[in-house]
């Protein structure tokens, strides 16, 4: 088997002057390499801070995670920064491009923090072309519709060619065909380039699109190997 | 990332809100433009005053009677024809070139009814190399004149504006000065509209018939003044204390007791060059505060700028942004607001400056302000450091932000 993501005992605790809110309480989990897995669960369930620990966007409080044969717990600021920009692709709900610069310097930005300094256009270029949006890549963000922003966000995501893409609710800004044309696009790249997926949302119709579901609740995940299909 | 990727993205950031960016620019540049200005006209204010007191020559000591700074000499001797004559002697002083004694008051020269007050001086023939003299016309007073106590003048272009009109063809025209009848041998050459040490306002007759007939004193072989140029720069020194070695043998004066004074012009030159160079520094350091007061605003900005863009700092966190990644971008941007502001300052302040220069010129001042490499080099490396310096905190906090908090930021 080879694992891609790797978690045990996962804990994150926020502190909130008195209060301790568990956001995760010993969430354990692996995924293999090229699989589609769907995390679900109800509001509030802790869905986004997994993502965001898996994403190596936040600490856990406790617990071993291992992303890519790499222990992530021990690792300082610059080798996090290194990972997020390797090996993990991010796409958000609310697309965070900057809004300022055209989509093409929007998909060229994780090159440019990897140090790339050669062919870093034609990259960004391709990448835009893989998403269909070749034919926009000298738009601002303002200048393009709520599904053509979050596949700018997608090459942008799918550039560095990372391990794994991960995407929080990445349709939950769009209405619903949009919304089927973004997941077609990301089931779409994880079967040309056999890049591992982690899509979390609500809409069981993309679920069921998934390889795997992974439910949490309360901060852990309901069942080890989820409904394996 | 390269530097001109960094000074693009900067430039595009600063741009993206240009009011801002712009009074935060004004900000540095009032106050390098005040720093480049105020230091200008101090330094022009030095160079002006120090080139007057140079062209009255180096070389120069002037010998009073009296004690300045000794309340305990009472009823000091004057210094006469004869003491002046003394420090003459090639023996007791092989540093002194040249002496020329004076004596000085005010009279009215008349001609034809007009009138002009002016400033009657007594001198001897030594007085046309020792003061540097130079004319515009005719000769100077020489030996026989001197001798004869002839009653010849040379006379400044004021003297001869207000009395002629003009300044040409006046040798041989004769004036009256208190009354009496004075023939012109001279005109000296303009001395320009300094205050300092002005010339175009004398009237320049022998010693001897100063002496005689115009300016009496209590002892008759008395002078006022007594100019000495020294045979050199270097023996300047020397030469005062063989002026003062003879001065203190032939008034037989207590030891500490001297009741003469002999001034120097390097000691005038670095009292001035002291009092100027105050100025200056006055002058600068009023700028440097207003410049101060332009980095905070910098601070302010950037401060501003990085709370906005927070969650911009979490996006680029998030695609691997390095916390100096992150830092070098928005000292990038605080240091691209000073620089341009430095620039704009320099060329504003030069701009002051040389209006400063232009009204002094007009109005009949002769000083140009000097806008030296010292203070362009000091105003820049100011502003940089002041870009950098009040960038560091903003910069610091948007490179610590956490990711998530960055992008959890509304
Ligand atoms: N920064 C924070 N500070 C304090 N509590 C937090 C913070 N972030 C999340 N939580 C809490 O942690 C729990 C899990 O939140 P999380 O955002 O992971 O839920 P989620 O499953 O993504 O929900 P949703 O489906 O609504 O996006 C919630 O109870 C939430 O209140
Ligand atoms: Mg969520």
């Known amino acids: 088997m080879d694992l891609v993501v790797e978690v045990k005992d996962l804990r994150k605790v926020y502190k909130m002057g008195e209060v301790e809110v568990e956001a995760l309480c010993g969430a354990t989990l692996t995924i293999q390499r090229g699989e589609v897995v769907a995390i679900m669960g109800p509001s509030g369930s802790g869905k986004s801070t997994m993502m965001n620990i898996l994403g190596c966007l936040d600490r856990p409080t406790s617990g071993d995670y291992i992303l890519d044969g790499q222990s992530v717990a021990t690792l300082n600021d610059d080798q996090l920064a290194a990972i997020r920009n390797h090996k993990v692709g991010f796409v958000f709900q609310s697309f965070n491009l900057l809004s300022r610069q055209t989509a093409l310097s929007n998909v060229e930005l994780p090159l440019r923090y990897a140090g790339q300094m050669s062919n870093r256009r034609q990259r960004a270029r391709e990448a835009l072309e893989a998403v269909g949006l070749g034919d926009r890549i000298t738009h601002r963000p303002t200048e393009l519709s709520g599904g053509q922003q979050q596949r700018v966000a997608i090459a942008r995501a799918i550039v560095n060619d990372p391990a794994i893409v991960m995407a929080d609710e990445p349709t939950g800004n769009l209405d619903s065909k949009v919304g089927r044309e973004i997941i077609a696009l990301l089931l779409n790249l994880n079967k040309q380039r056999g890049t591992t997926l982690i899509i979390v949302t609500h809409d069981a119709a993309i679920g069921q699109q998934a390889q795997r579901i992974i439910h949490i609740r309360d901060g852990m995940v309901e069942d080890l190997n989820g409904d394996r299909k | ?410």
Do not use: C
């Open chain 2, 1 to 410: 990332m390269n530097l001109l990727q960094l000074l693009l993205e900067a430039l595009e950031s600063l741009n993206s809100n240009k009011m801002r960016s712009g009074l935060t620019v004004l900000g540095i540049v009032i106050g390098v433009a005040a720093v480049i200005a105020m230091m200008a006209v101090g330094n022009g204010a030095q160079a002006s005053i120090l080139g007057s007191i140079n062209g009255v020559g180096t070389n120069l000591l002037f010998v009073f009677s009296g004690a300045r700074n000794n309340a305990a000499v009472k009823n000091p001797r004057p210094i006469t024809m004869t003491d002046a004559n003394a420090m003459m002697d090639l023996y007791a002083a092989p540093d002194i070139k040249a002496v020329a004694p004076v004596l000085q008051g005010n009279a009215i020269a008349d001609f034809g009814g007009n009138t002009k007050t002016t400033t009657v001086i007594g001198v001897t023939p030594d007085y046309y190399p020792v003061r540097n003299i130079s004319l515009l016309d005719g000769e100077f007073i020489n030996q026989s004149n001197q001798l004869g106590r002839a009653s010849v003048a040379v006379i400044g272009v004021d003297v001869a504006d207000a009395l002629f009109n003009r300044r040409d063809g006046l040798v041989g025209e004769t004036i009256r000065i208190a009354n009496s009848p004075f023939r012109i041998v001279g005109v000296l050459t303009p001395a320009g509209g300094s205050s300092f040490g002005s010339q175009d306002n004398e009237v320049l007759v022998p010693i001897t018939t100063a002496q005689a007939r115009l300016i009496t004193r209590p002892t008759p072989d008395a002078v006022d003044t007594v100019y000495v140029e020294a045979t050199d720069f270097s023996t300047v020194g020397a030469a005062s204390d063989e002026i003062s070695q003879i001065l203190r043998t032939r008034h037989r004066t207590q030891v500490g007791l001297d009741d003469f004074t002999v001034f120097t012009q390097q000691s005038i030159l670095s009292t001035v060059q002291n009092v100027t160079g105050v100025l200056t520094i006055f002058l600068g350091g009023i700028a440097a505060i207003s410049l101060l007061v332009g980095g905070i605003g910098i601070m302010n900005i950037m401060l501003v700028s990085v709370t906005e863009r927070t969650r911009e700092i979490g996006l680029r966190k998030a695609l691997g942004a390095r916390k100096r990644d992150i830092l070098i971008q928005f000292l990038v941007e605080s240091s691209l607001l000073s620089l341009i502001g430095g620039i704009i300052g320099i060329l504003f302040g030069w701009l002051i400056a040389f209006v400063v220069g232009r009204i002094a010129t007009a109005t009949g001042n002769n000083f140009t302000p000097v806008v030296g490499m010292d203070a362009i080099l000091l105003a820049t490396l100011f502003s940089a450091a002041v870009g950098l310096f009040f960038g560091i905190y903003p910069a610091n906090r948007a490179a610590g932000l956490e990711p998530v908090e960055a992008l959890r930021y509304e």
